[in-house]
């Protein structure tokens, strides 16, 4: 959802915890290569919450071969850039990136990686084009990282992963998680859709879903180790099948993993229309766990630009699943991805998405300028709307979204909700909170409030964020937190 508005650094958990694997594990330091002894690493990440979590299972594996992580490029022995292709202009951040390597002394001595979509996208013209580069690797070729860097700790200059041809997930014991109270997992990775914009089954392989057992596994270890919310990822999360025979549905994954005693958030994302069952809505339902959530991109309100985009659903098949979630017993959220001035997109056409999104009244929008990619099948079509058409639509579109949002959190005014505390803002003295429904809920509040679950009234609402002030309530005396610096950060 919302692509390359994500970007870390080596980000760290809110409480500052030192990021080093538990003394014993796996810290076996390879016996050749570079700055032995003080092997360090540095990856930033540009893109989708899949490319972040991909970031955190290549550090815990660099990790589990000795490599410390620091905080700036300088400080790095490896330099990592995790990618992005989704749109042009999210693609040309990693070679602007890679400029600074280029003259002088910045690179001397570093081994640079280009990971991820673009690295897929690019492969070996990475080389002519980056010659600082030592290491490309598109992300269904993750499983032969621990290969990879050996062959560049035996001094090799190049090395490449970059086939696609694969049935395997990335799978690892050993994750540096960034974030203490929210743990992402990816239950399926890849994508067989082919959505003619889209980029993504050309950089990240074909659909491939990890095993039932292992997700809840994996989810029962993010519990012990302290977690109270999981975000379950795929690029069509709601795609997943058990591969085991006669496996569960996705539905029941859902209420499978929000059973787990302990996991007080289930979020899971980004569902697609087409595999959108009503299962999924009574697991919301009967899971008070599973959040008040739900992403469900449509990209266009007309039927004629759907069947273009090759979404694999009409306008009025996509407002069926809506239908089906507004007659949740449960207030659910809606938040969708949209794009604008796709291939002859016409005015009306265009009008049609205003009009859906008035109809639907989504409670967040993403909305993007359409950008022609390679290896899609958009890139035959013309890209018949010119760039200042593009702009016009995309701001008239926030424009109207911007009202809706405002009225529907007018409509909050005065509730009480339950937040989990994701942040401190030392300037304003406020607590970052979360609520179920996915929206910001800042509070007057204290840096050790992060991880806690908390009350708050509302107070004050704008289009994108709400304020309020916290509600004691019995037996608020002993806070329920998350996390916590002894938390699992290396879960699975
Ligand atoms: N299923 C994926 C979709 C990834 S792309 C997921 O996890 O969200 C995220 C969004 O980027 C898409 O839903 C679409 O709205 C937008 N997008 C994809 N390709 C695009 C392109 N070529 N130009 C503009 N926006 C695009
Ligand atoms: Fe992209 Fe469509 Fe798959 S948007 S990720 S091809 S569902």
Request: glycine letters at 10%; hydrophobic letters at 35%; aromatic letters at 6%.
């Amino acid at each position: 959802m919302g692509n390359d508005l994500i970007q870390i650094a080596n980000a760290r958990p809110p409480g500052g915890a030192p990021l080093e694997l538990p003394a014993g594990e796996g810290l076996a330091p390879s016996a050749t290569g570079i700055g032995l002894g003080a092997k360090t690493f540095y990856i930033e990440t540009f893109g989708c919450q899949m490319n972040v979590h991909d970031s955190e299972k290549v550090a815990g594996v660099l990790m589990a071969r000795g490599y410390r992580p620091v905080d700036s490029h300088q400080a790095a022995d490896i330099i990592l850039y995790n990618t992005c292709s989704i749109r042009e202009k999210a693609a040309q951040k990693v070679f602007s990136r890679l400029g600074a390597f280029r003259k002088g002394s910045a690179g001397a001595g570093k081994i640079i990686g280009v990971l991820g979509c673009v690295a897929q996208q690019e492969g070996e013209r990475f080389f002519e084009r980056t010659p600082q580069v030592s290491l490309v690797c598109g992300s269904a070729s993750y499983t032969q990282l621990p290969e990879l860097l050996g062959q560049l700790e035996a001094g090799n200059r190049r090395v490449t992963g970059l086939s696609l041809d694969t049935e395997d997930c990335f799978e690892t014991e050993l994750t540096r998680r960034d974030n203490l109270h929210r743990a992402y997992l990816t239950i399926i990775e890849g994508c067989d859709q082919r959505c003619a914009f889209c980029v993504v089954p050309a950089t990240r392989g074909p659909e491939r879903s990890r095993s039932g057992a292992k997700i809840v596994a994996d989810c029962q270890r993010l519990v012990d180790g302290g977690y109270t919310e999981i975000q379950l990822l795929g690029q069509i999360v709601n795609a997943w099948r058990d591969p085991q025979p006669a496996g569960w549905s996705f539905a029941e994954l859902l209420a499978r993993v929000a059973e787990i005693p302990g996991l007080r958030r289930l979020r899971f994302t980004t569902s697609h229309p087409r595999y959108f069952t009503s299962e999924i809505v009574a697991a919301i339902d009967s899971h008070p766990v599973l959040c008040n959530q739900i992403h469900l991109p449509v990209q266009s309100g007309s039927t004629p630009v759907l069947a273009r985009m090759r979404r694999g659903h009409t306008r009025e098949e996509y407002l069926e699943k809506i239908n089906c979630i507004r007659g949740s017993q449960r207030a659910i959220s809606l938040s969708t991805d949209i794009i604008v001035g796709f291939c002859g997109e016409s005015e009306r056409d265009f009008e049609e998405t205003l009009s859906l999104l008035a109809q639907v009244e989504y409670d967040q929008v993403f909305a993007f300028k359409f950008s022609p990619r390679p290896n899609t099948d958009g890139l035959g079509f013309q890209d018949t709307i010119p760039e200042e058409e593009k702009s016009r639509r995309l701001t008239a579109l926030l424009e109207l979204q911007r009202q809706i949002q405002l009225r529907r959190n007018q409509a909050l005014l005065g509730q009480v909700m339950e937040v989990l505390v994701e942040g401190y803002q030392p300037r304003l003295g406020q607590a970052v909170g979360r609520t179920t429904t996915n929206r910001v809920l800042n509070f007057p509040g204290e840096p050790a409030d992060i991880g806690c679950y908390m009350k708050v009234q509302v107070t004050a609402v704008g289009p994108n964020s709400l304020v309020g002030s916290r509600v004691l309530e019995q037996g608020d005396g002993a806070l329920e937190c998350s996390g916590g610096l002894t938390g699992g950060q290396y879960g699975s």
